[in-house]
């Protein structure tokens, strides 16, 4: 990718100690899936999949969710799975998962109303936790992590001789929790 652009998404990024909870489910999964373990740094939910942009357009996208407000939510991460086609093993969620859907809307109607075009795929909201992995994961011992979900971030993907890196763009600040 020339230096003019940029491959970027909206995700949410664990803080520390939610962080150090799912590199320790990824220790957890890859003892029986096998694979390559995501780093702890890299650990995050895509929330909205924006692909290639010019440097010029960054302003856009930014303005195009500045005005976004969603309160802040807790998530689950109780479960975990296997996509065989992508031999990717990931966490998912039961309880907050209709508040990151309602969010990952929120930010994808506010860009493509800016004439960003984004995926069309149904979203699928997961932590990637292993690549390459081999097999499902047992699920029946997975102590819920429990996620406060306080902000959302604008991450640039790049590529060097270790995979890919993320770098962090923009943060918004979700708001008070709802009671
Ligand atoms: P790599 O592609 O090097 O294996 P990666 O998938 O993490 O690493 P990207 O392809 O830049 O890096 O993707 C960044 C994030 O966006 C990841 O969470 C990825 O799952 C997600 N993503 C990538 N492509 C799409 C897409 N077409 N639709 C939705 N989400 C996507
Ligand atoms: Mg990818």
Do not use: N
Not at 47 to 57: D, N, V, Y
């Amino acid at each position: 990718m020339s230096a003019e652009r940029l491959r970027v998404f909206f995700a949410l990024w664990p803080d520390a100690a939610t962080a150090e909870r799912l590199e320790a489910l990824a220790g957890q999964v890859h003892a029986q899936c096998g694979g390559r373990r995501m780093r702890r740094d890299t650990l995050h939910m895509t929330l909205c999949f924006i692909g290639e942009i010019g440097l010029g357009s960054l302003a856009a996208l930014e303005a195009a969710v500045a005005t976004v407000k969603a309160p802040a939510f807790r998530i689950d991460i109780d479960r975990a799975g296997w996509w065989p086609h992508k031999h990717i093993v990931w966490a998912g969620c039961g309880a907050g998962a209709r508040d990151v859907a309602a969010l990952a809307e929120t930010l994808r109607a506010a860009v493509s109303a800016q004439g960003f075009k984004i995926e069309k795929r149904p979203f699928q909201p997961h932590v990637t936790l292993l690549r390459k992995g081999r097999c499902p994961p047992v699920t029946d011992r997975i102590e819920a992590v429990s996620w406060p979900v306080r902000e959302w971030v604008l991450v640039a993907s790049e590529r060097d001789h270790a995979g890919s890196r993320y770098r962090r763009l923009g943060c918004w600040p979700l708001g008070a929790v709802a009671k």
